[in-house]
């Protein structure tokens, strides 16, 4: 069966520091991969997906940025934090069309001071 | 620009009620999903449904996908706390040149004992 892992499971960085959240797939091949913010507990945002290695499609324009270096790997990063990026981060995986069902990981809850 | 509306935005219950929430959409879906999310947890996938007029269950939930295929609802039956949560519906909404996975912004669901 596929599980999919997320680390840390929080974090708590201060404004200007760099970021990165680690998200991994097990139990399936070249699943298209996600990352999502919840901010307030509420709707997700969809800031990155990915459909292949190093294949990247960005959302929103912000200050993250995303990489996928292996088949089962995406990162989520910065360089430098700003208060507006806490919030939960959640990474997904489906197979098929990027819009077909998708699994989510436990998600990081990230805090910006 | 094509939208997904999900009612209410919260609802406050007591034990042993039954629930009922909705989605709609300003166009036609192939697919329709049920996801529940528990409190610093990822969503869970409950229900796809792929077939207008499809009514499916899983346990005291059901969920049918309408006929016009531009919404669904999720019913609960005899609620118990463990369903507290915010439960998201999804379907593909065309974004840009895209169809992406997206959802509604969720129905916050308060189980009284």
């Known amino acids: 069966s596929q599980t999919i892992h997320q680390w840390p499971a929080t974090l708590v960085q201060p404004v200007g520091s760099p970021l990165s959240l680690e998200c991994t797939v097990e139990?399936?091949?070249?699943?298209?991969l996600y990352w999502y913010r919840q901010a307030a507990g509420r709707g997700l945002q969809l800031l990155f997906y990915?459909?292949?290695?190093?294949?990247i499609s960005s959302e929103v324009p912000q200050n993250l940025s995303a990489s996928r270096p292996q088949d089962r790997q995406f990162i989520l990063s910065s360089k430098k934090l700003l208060l507006s990026d806490s919030g939960f981060y959640l990474c997904?995986?489906?197979?098929?069309?990027?819009?077909?069902?998708?699994?989510f990981g436990p998600g990081t809850r990230l805090t910006v001071l | 620009g094509q939208q997904l509306n999900q009612s209410p935005q919260s609802m406050f219950i007591q034990e042993g009620e039954d629930v009922s929430m909705n989605c709609t959409s300003s166009s036609i879906f192939n697919t329709w999903l049920w996801y529940k999310q528990e409190p610093g947890e990822g969503p869970v996938l409950l229900i796809a449904?792929?077939?207008?007029?499809e009514l499916t269950s899983n346990g005291r939930l059901t969920a049918q996908f309408g006929i016009t295929r531009k919404d669904s609802f999720l019913n609960i039956s005899a609620s118990i706390p463990s369903d507290v949560g915010i439960y998201f519906c999804?379907?593909?909404?065309?974004?840009?040149?895209?169809?992406?996975?997206?959802f509604g912004k969720g129905t916050l669901l308060t189980v009284n004992p």
């Open positions: 990915s459909v292949g290695i190093g294949q």
């Open positions: 449904l792929y077939k207008a007029g």
């Open positions: 139990g399936t091949s070249n699943p298209n």
């Open positions: 999804a379907g593909p909404l065309r974004r840009s040149s895209n169809y992406k996975l997206t």
């Open positions: 997904a995986w489906s197979k098929g069309t990027i819009f077909d069902e998708q699994f």
